[in-house]
């Protein structure tokens, strides 16, 4: 992106009003845990590496578009690393 990267947009999203618990994962070549740690703590809910794998895309957006503060252990914005 040509002004912010997407740890910036990220923290920028979560400053909008009503966007705190919306779902956001990174997909990104950066496959390092720090990349990872990164992402998690600018705000992002989870963390996909290229090339995506179709099975673990789907998982991670079933994962946190079912996600609420109820039915998932670590709430809907929770960053946690697996």
Do not use: S
């Not at 994962?63 to 914005?77: C, E, M, V």
Request: some cysteine; aromatic content about 4%; overall charge neutral.
């Amino acid at each position: 992106m040509p002004r912010m990267d997407g740890l910036d947009a990220t923290r920028e999203i979560r400053r909008l009003p009503g966007y705190a618990k919306t779902p956001i994962i990174a997909v990104t070549g950066n496959a390092m845990l720090e990349d990872r740690k990164l992402c998690l703590q600018a705000g992002m809910n989870d963390h996909l590496v290229k090339l995506i794998d179709p099975d673990q895309l789907f998982a991670k957006l079933y994962k946190w578009l079912t996600a609420t503060p109820q039915n998932h252990p670590d709430g809907a914005t929770a960053a946690h690393i697996e």
